[in-house]
């Protein structure tokens, strides 16, 4: 079955602390994975798709990179507007063209 | 450009009543997909219309339906309402549902309360 696993389920940094969050996945003929911003009470805001291992995407303080096994969003010296839940999402051939979500990360940076 | 919109925002509903919800993608968008979003199971796809024609199902029961319109806006249907089907519904459009490059444009919602 595919899964998506996003760890840690909360983070909470200082301004400036740079850290990473995981995106574990077990999915078979991998086809793309996504990387979403949510902020509370509005929808997914898209961030980045890799497609294969080595990949790497990179848009203002963030850096998403891709592996056969997972993904990383590495957040460079974040500020409090950062703050937000991060969803990692893959496609896959047997879901056809539904995305398959983990759960989140939950990131707060306090200044 | 306008984004994806979504109506009602909210809504609260008793249970066994039946629910619609809209969905209008960005001009020019074919494709429209559903998604659950709840605390315990994260989001959830529901189905995608392309053309009119539900091209992917989620594993959900039969009460949850839904349907597209020549002019692509989309609905969604839950039928028999339960406890359990409280939830945020969010609709996602993109031009077409084979293109992977920018993923989907989400709408803000529709928050469902089941009393």
């Known amino acids: 079955e595919d899964q998506v696993t996003q760890s840690p389920e909360a983070l909470r940094l200082q301004e400036g602390e740079s850290s990473s969050l995981n995106c574990s996945y077990t999915v078979s003929g991998l086809r793309g994975l996504f990387w979403y911003r949510q902020d509370p009470g509005k929808g997914p805001e898209f961030l980045f798709t890799l497609y294969s291992a080595g990949e790497e995407k990179e848009k203002e303080r963030l850096k998403a990179t891709l592996t056969k096994k997972e993904s990383f969003l590495h957040i460079t010296a974040p500020k409090p507007e950062d703050s937000a839940t991060y969803l990692c999402?893959?496609?896959?051939?047997?879901?056809?063209?539904?995305?398959?979500f983990g759960k989140g990360t939950t990131l707060s940076v306090s200044s | 450009k306008a984004g994806v919109t979504q109506t009602p925002r909210y809504l609260i509903k008793t249970r066994g009543q039946q629910v619609t919800l809209s969905c209008s993608p960005i001009?020019?968008?074919?494709?429209v997909s559903w998604y659950q979003q709840t605390p315990g199971q994260g989001l959830q796809f529901l189905f995608e219309?392309?053309?009119?024609?539900?091209?992917n199902k989620g594993n959900f029961p039969g009460r949850f339906s839904g349907r597209q319109f020549s002019n692509s806006r989309s609905e969604m249907n839950v039928s028999t309402l339960e406890l359990g089907d409280s939830a945020l519904y969010l609709c996602a459009s993109s031009l077409r549902p084979d293109l992977l490059g920018r993923g989907y444009t989400f709408g803000s919602g529709t928050r469902l309360t089941v009393v």
């Open positions: 219309y392309f053309s009119e024609t539900q091209r």
């Open positions: 001009s020019g968008h074919r494709s």
């Open positions: 999402a893959v496609q896959a051939p047997q879901a056809g063209t539904a995305l398959i």
